[in-house]
DNA sequence: TATTGTTATACTCTATAACTATA
DNA sequence: TATAGTTATAGAGTATAACAATA
């Protein structure tokens, strides 16, 4: 026979992250959930998210880039990219050509305005990650983006 | 008058990331997104997913957690906390009892197939985690998540 | 009066299927 | 036959408002 007490029902007082905290996935999960919080913060300003900056980022960068080479880059679905470009095109901040020897694709460009435009969003941009990225050194910055292209590269 | 040529259109052969590549946050959503994606393949198995496995790591080492600790612990919304409880109780990894001292919360249990299955589902995710960081020394990858947790910490 | 857990709901993000026009 | 761009649509994931029970 058991003459034991039943175990008393515990309660937590401080929660035991221990284990999530050794795995990369979860720590670069929650920090990029802090740097996108700052850039829907700081950037809602231009009206852009985070996707919108990459896509006109890379066309302030690459002039004539074609929607394709956007999708195969930042790995969106070419279906969600067109509300995108279709946007921005009636912001007047792009334009589309046609492509030089391709019927098919359209060269992606920017407007002056654009690009007056995307000079002070990624400036922006920049400080902000610099802000929520201040209890890095610029080494420790630095070393960090290394360590995370070696996983996605 | 002028007698120039229009400039010829031009067309990209390799698309120019360097500036996206020097932002932090853009680091980082890659490598999550690497990661994640491995995560989902490898624990599709155990039917778990990334949020489900988190809230399931966090109760098997703290028995008694509420549902208010997990929300606060993993960011997320107690609405959508409801649905992932259930199916977790539905399918006998979890038991809910009352709280001691707290008439309005519930404290969260693994039951002993819960720690059979957590067991694994934690082996099999370090090991996933492992080969998807594997161009990472053991060095860098501490230095990694140390890096990573100064920002959100 | 504030908090835990819950329902209902809406909104964003992302993914798939199928079409057209060009290659 | 394959590819670029597009449409329509469906599914996740995430967010807010409001409620009952308890603190």
Redesign the interface.
């Known amino acids: 026979m058991s003459t034991r007490k039943p175990a008393?029902?515990?309660?937590?007082e401080q929660?035991?992250?221990?284990?999530?905290?050794?795995?990369?996935?979860?720590?670069?999960?929650?920090?990029?959930?802090?740097?996108?919080d700052a850039?829907f913060t700081n950037m809602a300003a231009y009206g852009l998210r985070?996707a919108d900056f990459?896509v006109l980022?890379?066309i302030?960068?690459?002039?004539?880039?074609?929607s394709r080479?956007?999708c195969?880059?930042l790995?969106i679905q070419p279906p969600n990219l067109v509300g995108m470009i279709n946007q921005l095109e009636k912001r007047e901040l792009i334009t589309r050509?046609?492509?030089?020897?391709d019927g098919r694709a359209m060269?992606l460009h920017l407007t002056p305005a654009g690009h007056k435009f995307m000079k002070q969003a990624?400036l922006t941009?920049?400080d902000l990650?610099r802000a929520?990225?201040a209890?890095?050194s610029p080494a420790?910055?630095k070393?960090?983006?290394q360590?995370?292209?070696?996983?996605?590269i």
Chains 1, 2 share one sequence.
Do not use: C, W
């Open positions: 008393p029902e515990p309660t937590v929660v035991d992250t221990s284990y999530l905290e050794s795995l990369v996935g979860y720590n670069a999960r929650r920090a990029t959930l802090v740097i996108m850039f985070p990459s980022s890379l302030a960068h690459n002039s004539g880039v074609t080479q956007l195969t880059t790995n050509r046609p492509h030089p020897s060269g990624e941009a920049s990650e929520a990225t209890r890095l420790e910055r070393q960090l983006i360590l995370l292209r070696k996983i996605y």
